[in-house]
């Protein structure tokens, strides 16, 4: 018997109301995420990656609201919750990190108050001090009591990120949603948080979605990828898979501007133009104005359909059957 999943979304999208018109930063995505398991949701600024988790967890900022689809957490539909009923799973049931860790933490209370209200919110906060504690020491905080009893000024960006991991551990959820994570950190401290987020997953089974722009990240940090472009899922295939071989022109113009520390000389190539206008998308295929490879077909949007063993894509041409080595790639491509 198969085991459901702890978050399964269908049909997610997400709108926003503005003066210049009706913007879809969330179209139509689907996903599940299993226990223990990570899945990465990959993709350019403006893609639509973090509203849809903010939509997961329905903080979505006004003017936007969550139009259609469903969300299921643990089998519990979270868009018919009442505002009490999701404020109560967003602690216990799903924990957040978010992408500024600056702006997640209170400048006016120390870390130690701030992680005491999120376990008062939820269960009473019995043995605060303890489990504070022992929440800093799991994510390899050197003195717990003393940075409990610290303010969010006082630390490095890379002590306020594991603060934010801890608090989002705080509760044991079964899923968390980390929003790159990984931002504004130096490259020692980014492996030291990712090694940190892998073997707390690990080692308690909890189901991780991973929002990044950064490829190197996703290979390092996950079992599936699901890669969104102009709010949609145009990709999704298990790691190993996407990077040997993409199915989509988006995903295999990603990996090629992945820079090559063999070549640092070497001119990176780089995705030519820009991302649609997502209040005016283009009909078609919205990857089309970019990508070498269009033809009459992309006139035409296409669907997420499979392509191979646990592998879809939003192509024309590899749902026909037909390799991205067809055609040369050009510089840029």
């Not at 503005?18 to 930063?25: F, M, Q």
């Not at 006016?108 to 001090?129: T, V, Y």
């Not at 892998?198 to 991973?210: E, F, H, S, W």
């Not at 998308?281 to 089309?288: E, Y």
Request: charged share 25%.
């Amino acid at each position: 018997m198969t085991t459901p999943p702890v978050l399964r979304v269908r049909d997610l999208t997400t709108r926003f109301h503005t003066s210049h018109g009706t913007v879809t930063a969330v179209d139509g995505v689907s996903f599940d995420v299993a226990r223990g398991e990570t899945l990465g949701l990959v993709g350019e600024s403006g893609s639509g990656k973090s509203i849809t988790a903010m939509s997961v967890l329905r903080l979505v900022p006004k003017p936007g609201r969550i139009a259609a689809g469903s969300i299921e957490l643990n089998g519990a539909d979270l868009l018919s919750l009442d505002e009490e009923e999701i404020r109560r799973r967003r602690g216990t049931e799903c924990g957040m990190v978010f992408q500024n860790p600056m702006t997640a933490l209170n400048p006016s209370f120390s870390i130690g108050w701030q992680m005491r209200e999120a376990l008062s919110a939820h269960d009473g906060g019995e043995n605060a001090e303890a489990r504070i504690h022992q929440a800093l020491a799991d994510v390899g905080m050197p003195d717990p009591e003393r940075q409990a009893a610290s303010f969010p000024h006082q630390m490095s960006g890379g002590m306020r990120q594991r603060v934010v991991i801890a608090m989002g551990m705080l509760n044991e959820p079964q899923l968390l949603i980390a929003d790159e994570p990984t931002t504004a950190l130096d490259v020692t401290i980014q492996a030291q948080v990712l090694n940190l987020m892998k073997t707390l997953t690990r080692d308690r089974g909890t189901a991780l979605l991973l929002i990044t722009h950064n490829m190197g990240v996703v290979a390092r940090m996950c079992d599936r990828v699901a890669v969104m472009y102009a709010g949609e899922i145009v990709e999704e295939a298990p790691v190993d898979e996407l990077f040997a071989n993409s199915r989509h022109p988006y995903t295999r113009g990603l990996l090629r501007s992945i820079p090559n520390p063999d070549r640092p000389r070497q001119k990176t190539p780089t995705l030519p133009g820009s991302p649609p206008d997502m209040s005016r998308l283009p009909a078609g295929c919205r990857f089309r104005d970019r990508c070498v490879f269009a033809d009459e077909r992309c006139a035409k949007h296409p669907d997420l359909l499979t392509v191979g063993d646990r592998h879809k894509a939003r192509c024309w041409k590899t749902q026909n059957g037909e390799t991205l080595n067809d055609i040369p790639a050009t510089e840029g491509a």
